[in-house]
């Protein structure tokens, strides 16, 4: 999308026995601020198409939608949610992907008031020690999915991983998740640049030492750029890495050098349950592709938003908050609940990247980790 910044105020008409037809509450107001341009702009489009998905879906006339792009930009981000909060005077904020735009927003929303329900960005700080009452996370904690590829490495007898992620917030808790479950020992150890798109210095080092796997956290086209370059090297030491990488709306962009990856998700298009049944085939009937794991965690957003506003007045923070904390919802993943920190306990999955007919995608061959927290939660003090 070329569209540097929008806004999509939208209402749907009430269907019988909908949240605001039954007497609970008033209309809940939403500001969504997501990565909609430039780099990174398809994880804040299918963030976005999975929550409006999941709003129309519920035919509730209970909520409206203002929607901006945040064009990846920090100080774009703050001006987006100071003038939702004080012009559009929303209730609720999500949508943001990345975790150094989530630290910019967050703590000022919360502490103004206002729930945040995070749709992706779960930086290891407002998981534990900056916690807050008003803050949910509906995808997972950052550490989790690296978490569970650690664990992955050491169930298949991998020793000596060389390592390397982006410097910034989820960067450095995706290298921490990764470490605190790897038993083997580190054969290097890189921060990048957040956008780098060349890493022909890194690829030099990977070969120069003795790992006998790669670990990486490259999210969008930087995963992209890599693991072409990577592919072109000669370089065939197994990689392991999180969805982040090896998602939907990456993979037909990697193409050939995904396939057989080895990846952790907390979801899949290809988890047995009725409610992502139902979702793979309406996302792919309303927008003509298959979902990403964004669109997923942007479809339980909503669906986590709408079940609290059906039991309680938004003005009502204390019943609000409960009903939120409840997640009495469907989620495409299955079975779902908030931990002590409102971050999700979960399952996380191994995925290996395959193609189907013209399609690249992921199916599931494991579980790397179950009914999964994350550490910080003993940090929180709410």
């Known amino acids: 999308m070329n569209i540097k910044s929008f806004v999509l105020a939208t209402t749907f008409a009430a269907l019988a026995g909908s949240a605001g037809a039954d007497g609970h509450g008033g209309k809940v107001k939403v500001g969504m601020i997501t990565t909609l341009s430039g780099g990174g702009a398809g994880l804040g489009i299918d963030v976005r198409d999975g929550f409006m998905l999941a709003i129309k879906q519920s035919g509730s006339d209970a909520i409206e939608v203002v929607i901006e792009d945040d064009q990846r930009k920090p100080d774009i981000a703050v001006q987006l949610a100071d003038k939702m909060i004080q012009s559009e005077k929303v209730d609720v904020l999500t949508g943001i992907i990345w975790s150094n735009l989530a630290m910019a927003v967050v703590p000022s929303a919360t502490a103004q008031g206002k729930f945040y329900l995070s749709p992706n960005a779960g930086p290891s700080i407002l998981a534990g020690k900056a916690c807050h009452p008003n803050y949910f996370n509906v995808a997972w904690q950052n550490d989790g999915l690296h978490e569970a590829a650690g664990a992955y490495t050491n169930s298949v007898g991998l020793e000596k991983s060389f390592i390397l992620a982006p410097n910034y917030p989820a960067g450095q808790d995706a290298l921490t998740g990764y470490k605190r479950q790897f038993e083997g020992e580190l054969a290097g150890e890189l921060f990048t640049k957040l956008g780098q798109t060349d890493y022909a210095a ?76 139902a979702f793979v085939e ?39 908050r409960a009903a939120l904390k409840e997640a009495d919802f469907e989620s495409t993943r299955g079975d779902f609940a908030f931990g002590p920190n409102n971050h999700p306990v979960q399952d996380i999955y191994v995925r290996e990247v395959i193609k189907e007919g013209d399609v690249f995608t992921n199916k599931i061959i494991g579980t790397a980790l179950e009914g999964h927290g994350d550490v910080y939660a003993a940090e929180c003090q709410m």
């Not at 979902?291 to 938004?314: E, R």
């Open 202 to 277: 890194e690829i030099a080092q990977i070969r120069a030492s003795d790992a006998d796997n790669v670990f990486f956290f490259l999210p969008g086209g930087m995963g992209i750029s890599f693991l072409k370059q990577y592919a072109d090297s000669g370089v065939d030491l197994p990689i392991v890495g999180p969805a982040f990488s090896f998602d939907q709306g990456i993979l037909q962009a990697v193409g050939d050098a995904a396939m057989g990856v080895k990846n952790t998700s907390q979801w899949n298009k290809d988890l047995d349950n009725a409610a992502n049944a």
């Open 282 to 320: 309406s996302f792919q009937a309303e927008y003509g592709r298959l979902p990403s794991l964004y669109a997923s965690q942007g479809f339980d957003t909503a669906n986590l938003l709408l079940s609290a506003v059906a039991k309680a007045d938004v003005n009502d923070k204390e019943a609000f």
